[in-house]
């Protein structure tokens, strides 16, 4: 708390903060989703092999998904409980917490042994670290878009919290990267027997350098006029939700058609297109290395349509975007069907393009529809919330389409009612982008419509 009781920084000091925390915001964010993403390439390809041996493939890739879904559901409880705190000390505290959290639990499952060895625990430890993960995830997202956005030039917001949303490419590239890596250098079977333990365990070395970056950062001076006025709320949980309903849920809604499909692109097709029973026997590294491509694509755009943002505004860029990934589903799918390899690798790499045009804007969009003293809470809680009807449920929805109806185009309109239904929600959150978010009048009940 004394450190919020500092005076004002110089304005040089002001801009290196802002340079400090826009790279601590984005390593953070990229340490946290390297490790969520190394758990969900290993549950494609590894965990059924590893955890649930002794069933069919079609049922240990469910068994592995749904593991991978308990980390989504856990993901809005650490929304709340980090949120909570959040609001209540400080964002600084909090993202310290989450980092170590990711960091230790993502490292234990690197050493866990599988099913032939402590048989039915194995999976139990799994789920249990999975569950801390997510709480972790869910507590990170909401304080690295404000400590970013917070601090930034607040014409500029929308560039601002796009770069925490880059950690999202960068863990996607690192995560993927090094799986293809180990996975090419040991081979399959050494690959899922221990090769891919490695990528986890160096998660440990991100944790120290996010660690020495983040201990840095001083807190964002729109909280610390909010402490220095003492107007912090003792219960943001249960304030937000009661003044701010219609933006958690709107928020959550928003992001249908962004995570549901980017959890499709980067972890299902992964077992759709090695597994051999849908007609796709494609090797790992060629859809790793069309993942690695995509999320390269995707870093160069989220900060390019953030900024956009900016100029041309949050909701026409997010309408576009949204709208785009309706029809793509089925233009994906088409290629990734269409027998001819080159096609279905370019499927691979422009997958998350329609992904990158909402994910850009996104962390604006929500965090401008909350106060100060709750916006840790209320966009923790909107963001992590669609964890549990679009991202967590997407890879388990799309296995069992694909086995009921046989093709890909089942999952594209799965895909396309997700965009439906982001257009609305869309329609019905208001457009903050140019309000100023430090006045508590913005959020009053007449501001709100």
């Known amino acids: 708390m004394s450190q919020l009781k500092n005076p004002a920084p110089s304005d040089h000091e002001h801009h290196v903060q802002v340079r400090r925390a826009a790279i601590a ?43 991978y879904f308990v980390g989504f559901l856990a993901r809005p409880v650490g929304a709340a409980i980090f949120g909570h705190w959040g609001d209540r000390i400080g964002r600084k505290v909090m993202l310290i917490v989450t980092l170590l959290m990711m960091g230790i639990s993502t490292a234990l499952i690197g050493i866990l042994p599988g099913s032939a060895t402590w048989g039915d625990a194995a999976a139990i430890i799994l789920i249990l670290l999975r569950v801390v993960q997510g709480i972790a995830v869910g507590g990170e997202w909401s ?80 909280f610390s006029k909010v402490v220095a ?14 003044r701010f309903p219609k933006e958690i849920i709107l928020s959550a809604l928003l ?75 089925f233009v994906y799918f088409a290629l990734l069907d269409s027998g001819v390899t080159w096609l279905a ?12 045009m909402q994910y850009g804007p996104q962390a604006s969009i929500i965090a401008e529809s909350f106060p100060t003293n709750l916006r840790y809470t209320g966009a ?19 296995t069992w389409l694909i086995h009921q109806f046989g093709t890909g185009y089942a999952v594209s309109v799965y895909i396309l009612i997700s965009a439906v239904i982001t257009l609305v929600a869309l329609k019905f959150l208001k457009d903050r982008s140019r309000s100023d978010i430090t006045d508590d009048r913005t959020y009053a009940k007449g501001n709100r419509q």
């Open 229 to 242: 006025e003492q107007t912090t709320t003792t219960a943001p949980l249960m304030q937000v939700i009661r």
């Open 25 to 67: 915001s984005t390593i953070g964010t990229t340490i946290e989703w390297y490790d969520y993403f190394l758990y969900g390439t290993a549950s494609a390809l590894v965990f059924p092999h590893l955890f649930f041996p002794d069933v069919s493939a079609y049922i240990g890739t469910l068994a592995a998904f749904a593991t």
């Open 380 to 398: 923790g809680l909107g963001y992590q919330l669609s964890s549990i009807i679009a991202g967590g449920p997407a890879a388990l929805i799309a």
């Open 345 to 356: 690798f370019v499927a691979l790499c422009l997958g998350l393009v329609p992904h990158a």
């Open 143 to 222: 304080g690295s878009v404000l400590l970013s956005m917070e601090w930034g030039d607040q014409k500029r917001r929308g560039l601002m919290g796009s770069w925490p949303q880059l950690g999202v490419a960068i863990g996607l590239i690192l995560s993927t990267g090094l799986m293809s890596l180990f996975n090419g250098i040991f081979g399959k079977d050494a690959f899922i027997s221990w090769g891919f333990r490695i990528p986890f365990l160096l998660s440990l070395v991100l944790v120290a350098i996010g660690l020495y970056i983040r201990l840095k950062i001083m807190e964002t001076p729109q």
């Open 255 to 329: 992001r249908m058609s962004e995570q549901m499909p980017f959890y499709v692109v980067t972890a299902f097709v992964l077992s759709y297109m090695t597994s051999g029973s849908n007609g796709h026997d494609y090797t790992y590294n060629f859809v790793l290395i069309g993942t690695l491509i995509a999320a390269g694509v995707e870093f160069i755009l989220v900060p390019l349509f953030g900024l956009y943002s900016d100029t041309i505004g949050r909701k026409k860029i997010y309408a576009w975007g949204s709208a785009i990934m309706g029809v793509w589903g």
